[in-house]
């Protein structure tokens, strides 16, 4: 069953920009500018999709549309086709790749084979692609496409400096975001993202899910993966191999951060997922880190 679409907004979040919610599973945005409107993420089937361009009245024929594709996760770009052929799609170069991973199209045949709402799902990529950083100027306002990896590779947040607003998609969440693998270098371009957009200084900050627009939840993000790295550094050669490690006192989600009571259980089995790779990551960082430092140094001749 598809989730119901409503039109949000946050406190003080300029009138020009519109989030579109589709139930507790993800969080389009929707910005007017002077040249055109911009449609970050196309929800998680073209039906979500369509229904969003009528409540917002969006009219491509009357006003230009682009569309943004943070990232190639299902829920944010499996609504391509309701836009395909009538707006440019734009993503960053690295979408291709996922795009054309077999992993993208089994994650489509399983959930179809679970919800009838995804068999009518095409896989539809961007037009337009680009590599580091892109700029669309509106007029009123510009929209910088960051190029923010670390939660996946191709992730984009776009930054509008004229508001000093950041929507940071799924490169921020609350309570925690999650990185793409267990990874060493994963977990250090997603520390690395969170610094840049905490070095934007912005007045808000909008993630795709956990409703919320305060800067502090980068902080937070950043404060979580800090309180990681330090609790894996002070453990032992035998903790750190142990399957269960995130299952113990001290290591599991709710020992990092606070859990809100009224989270339903498969949300919070999720964010615990997330956070098993999270602790995976900051393990395999941190036996890197041992095994570098125990490398006898060579001198150097001059």
């Given at each position: 069953?598809?989730?119901?679409?409503?039109?949000?907004?946050?406190?003080?979040?300029?009138?020009?920009?519109?989030?579109?919610?589709?139930?507790?599973?993800?969080?389009?945005?929707?910005?007017?500018?002077?040249?055109f409107n911009v449609l970050i993420d196309t929800l998680g089937t073209?039906?979500?999709?369509?229904?969003?361009?009528?409540?917002?009245?969006?009219?491509?024929?009357?006003?230009?549309?682009?569309?943004?594709?943070?990232?190639?996760?299902?829920?944010?770009?499996?609504?391509?086709?309701?836009?395909?052929?009538?707006?440019?799609?734009?993503?960053?170069?690295?979408?291709?790749?996922?795009?054309?991973?077999?992993?993208?199209?089994?994650?489509?045949?399983?959930?179809?084979?679970?919800?009838s709402r995804f068999r009518a799902v095409q896989l539809i990529g961007?037009?337009?692609?680009?590599?580091?950083?892109?700029?669309?100027?509106?007029?009123?306002?510009?929209?910088?496409?960051?190029?923010?990896?670390?939660?996946?590779?191709?992730?984009?947040?776009?930054?509008?400096?004229?508001?000093?607003?950041?929507?940071?998609?799924?490169?921020?969440?609350?309570?925690?975001?999650?990185?793409?693998?267990?990874?060493?270098?994963?977990?250090?371009?997603?520390?690395?993202?969170?610094?840049?957009?905490?070095?934007?200084?912005?007045?808000?900050?909008?993630?795709?899910?956990?409703?919320?627009?305060?800067?502090?939840?980068?902080?937070?993000?950043?404060?979580?993966?800090?309180?990681?790295?330090?609790?894996?550094?002070?453990?032992?050669?035998?903790?750190?191999?142990?399957?269960?490690?995130?299952?113990?006192?001290?290591?599991?989600?709710?020992?990092?951060?606070?859990?809100?009571?009224?989270?339903?259980?498969?949300?919070l089995a999720f964010y615990r997922n997330c956070h098993e790779t999270?602790?995976?990551?900051?393990?395999?960082?941190?036996?890197?880190?041992?095994?570098?430092?125990?490398?006898?140094?060579?001198?150097?001749?001059?």
């Amino acid at each position: 069953m598809n989730p119901t679409i409503e039109l949000h907004s946050h406190p003080g979040l300029d009138e020009r920009i519109v989030i579109v919610r589709a139930g507790d599973e993800v969080d389009a945005v929707f910005v007017r500018t002077e040249r055109f409107n911009v449609l970050i993420d196309t929800l998680g089937t073209p039906e979500l999709c369509r229904r969003a361009l009528d409540l917002l009245e969006e009219k491509p024929a009357a006003h230009p549309l682009i569309v943004v594709n943070s990232h190639m996760d299902w829920d944010h770009f499996w609504g391509n086709a309701a836009i395909a052929g009538r707006a440019p799609i734009i993503a960053h170069a690295a979408a291709l790749d996922r795009l054309r991973d077999p992993a993208t199209q089994q994650v489509l045949t399983d959930k179809a084979g679970e919800e009838s709402r995804f068999r009518a799902v095409q896989l539809i990529g961007p037009d337009i692609t680009f590599s580091g950083s892109m700029v669309l100027n509106g007029g009123d306002l510009t929209l910088e496409l960051i190029h923010t990896p670390g939660h996946t590779p191709d992730h984009l947040a776009v930054w509008i400096p004229e508001l000093r607003i950041c929507l940071a998609v799924d490169a921020v969440e609350y309570p925690i975001p999650e990185v793409w693998s267990r990874s060493a270098d994963d977990l250090r371009l997603i520390r690395s993202s969170l610094e840049r957009i905490r070095n934007l200084d912005a007045r808000l900050v909008i993630p795709a899910h956990g409703r919320t627009s305060s800067p502090s939840t980068v902080d937070k993000n950043l404060a979580y993966f800090e309180t990681l790295a330090d609790r894996v550094g002070s453990m032992s050669e035998g903790q750190l191999t142990d399957p269960q490690l995130g299952s113990e006192s001290g290591f599991r989600l709710e020992d990092f951060v606070a859990i809100p009571d009224d989270m339903p259980s498969d949300t919070l089995a999720f964010y615990r997922n997330c956070h098993e790779t999270n602790l995976g990551a900051t393990v395999q960082a941190h036996i890197e880190k041992r095994k570098s430092a125990s490398l006898p140094h060579r001198e150097t001749r001059t």
